[in-house]
Nanobody, 118 residues
Framework: QVQLVESGGGLVQPGGSLRLSCAAS????????VGWYRQAPGKQRELVATISSSRITNYADSVKGRFTIFRNNAKNTVYLQMNSLKPEDTAVYYC????????????WGQGTQVTVSS
């Protein structure tokens, strides 16, 4: 069973930055696409960024140009650099490995809370 541990969230003012990290307990990490999801209160979980095993990235329109996803396969870790944060970015952020339909392959971790507020 794969374990995912997200970290790096916190409270930040609008326009600020955060870097999230997610460590996976499987060496299969390096051969699959991984991504970051988020879930805001009262909303469905959405996929916001993905990176393939060959480091091709994709972003939701809502974060394009502000967020950057990157990975370190030696550490089985994926990161999300978030800049120019907006209040609407407030959510719990999770990592996982999306299949071609965007559905998560692994069990969810605990997530990390990001709150953007003045």
């Amino acid at each position: 069973q794969v374990q995912l541990v997200e970290s790096g969230g916190g409270l930040v003012q609008p326009g600020g930055s955060l870097r999230l990290s997610c460590a996976a307990s499987t060496s299969a990490f390096s051969v699959v696409a991984v991504g970051w999801y988020r879930q805001a209160p009262g909303k469905q979980r959405e996929l916001v960024a993905t990176i393939s095993s060959s480091r091709i990235t994709n972003y939701a329109d809502s974060v394009k140009g502000r967020f950057t996803i990157f990975r370190n396969n030696a550490k089985n870790t994926v990161y999300l650099q978030m800049n120019s944060l907006k209040p609407e970015d407030t959510a719990v952020y999770y990592c996982n490995a999306p299949d071609r339909g965007g559905l998560a392959r692994w069990d969810w971790g605990q997530g990390t809370q990001v709150t953007v507020s003045s």
